[in-house]
Every structure is written in C-alpha cells, then in structure tokens.
C-alpha cells in the first residue's frame, strides 16, 4: 500500500497556488516521489517526479525536504481545470499504490 | 502527443461471461500496466507485463484473469467469467524505459466495465 499520507481535501482560489502537502516519512533512499491527478473518473495523469532535488515543469513545482520525509507539490496558478484528485505515489518500483489523495476545489 | 488508448470506453456484459478489455499502448514504450478503479474507491494494481511475460501481479490479479500482447501494437486484459465484483474502471498504462521507479507511466482514459 502507498505509504503517504495527504490531505482529504483543500480549497484553492482561482489563480493563487496551490501548495498540496505529503507526508513520507518512511521513504527509503531509492524510492521516488511521484505525483498523479485524476480528473473525475478519466485515467490519472502524470504531472511530476523526484528522488531528492526539487523539480519543476510546464504543469507544477515538486519541493521536497531534505530529509526526503515529505514534499509539496505547487499549482503556481490554480484553474478551475485544476479541480482534481491529486495522489502523491512513493515508488520503489515498478507498480504503483494508490492511496485515497486530495481532493483539490479551485473556487472561482 | 503520444498517448495511450482503451477500447471500448464502455462495456456492459452479463455475470459469467468473459471480456476482453483493449489498450494500446504509447508506441515505442515496452512495458504495460493494467490498473481498476472501482467507483468510488482507490486505483488498485493489477499486473504488469514485459518482454511477453508477468512481470508482477496483485492479489486481486487471480486464475480469472489473463493479459495478452498479440500482436506488436496491443496490450489485452482478459476477463474469463465475469463476477458482479468486477464492475469498475480498467485503465491500461504504459512506459518505456523500465528504470523500475524512476520510470514515469502514462494512463490511458480507461473502460468502464459494468457486469449485470
């Protein structure tokens, strides 16, 4: 089972960033982060990854701390497209475990 | 932009009957997922699959079951005699490197299979 703990839900306001924690406390030196949305019922969609640096790309920022033990990931400017479930994945491997995310409401 | 693809997007079947859920997968990639979402509940793994063999699979991923790559282009899930519990969304994933955790999946949009 994934070993993060996110969470249920927050609230962002159209525009703003939005910052989604994770806690991974027990996440071991070869393991990666990885961040997932799904937007009602479609396939999850890949939005980021990382093992210790921050990383950023055309959809998000991925901070994690240096005790590797959480991170953040950052929506600069949150969409109202933005409304999703968002999952924080640490992978050893090559499948991946689901936990129940956050569920992320931009607000106009 | 490359993506993964599902067929049929919805599937309606009776108890007891087999389904074959369709995928195709991103073109150059070489490994392939099977994932279910049942409404309302987490995305759960089911199996992966390498170089024309299982690669890992779940708990949920028993004798009922069955994945096929036919051909170079599709990726099968198999369903043999379909139960009331197996209604849910199947998505199909893809990815091509196999650095194991550093490799990024990609989803496709998924079939919803309903069992009556």
């Known amino acids: 089972d994934a070993k993060t703990t996110q969470p249920p839900s927050m609230d962002c306001a159209e525009g703003r960033a939005a910052n989604l924690p994770c806690n991974h406390s027990?996440?071991?030196?070869?393991?990666?982060v990885y961040w997932y949305r799904q937007i009602h019922s479609q396939g999850p969609q890949y939005i980021i990854h990382?093992?210790?640096n921050n990383e950023t790309n055309e959809m998000a920022s991925l901070i994690i701390t240096e005790d590797r033990k959480s991170s953040t990931l950052i929506l600069p400017h949150a969409t109202l497209r933005d409304t999703a479930v968002y999952y924080c994945?640490?992978?050893?491997?090559?499948?991946?475990?689901f936990g129940a995310g956050t569920r992320l409401t931009v607000k106009p | 932009e490359p993506e993964v693809t599902q067929t049929p997007s919805h599937q309606v079947t009776q108890m007891g009957q087999e389904v074959i859920l369709r995928c195709v997968p991103i073109?150059?990639?070489?490994?392939f997922y099977w994932y279910r979402q049942i409404l309302g509940q987490k995305v759960e793994f089911l199996v992966s699959?390498?170089?024309?063999?299982?690669?890992?699979k779940s708990e949920i991923f028993d004798d009922q079951f069955s994945v096929e790559r036919p051909d170079g282009s599709n990726f099968t899930l198999k369903i043999r005699s379909t139960k009331l519990e197996d209604s849910a969304m199947y998505f199909c994933?893809?990815?091509?490197?196999?650095?194991?955790?550093?490799?990024?999946?990609?989803f496709g949009p998924g079939t919803r299979l309903t069992v009556l």
């Open positions: 699959f390498y170089n024309n063999e299982i690669s890992e």
């Open positions: 994933a893809s990815s091509d490197a196999g650095k194991g955790a550093a490799d990024t999946q990609y």
């Open positions: 990382g093992l210790k």
């Open positions: 027990t996440i071991s030196g070869n393991e990666y």
């Open positions: 994945i640490v992978r050893p491997n090559n499948d991946m475990r």
């Open positions: 073109s150059n990639h070489l490994y």
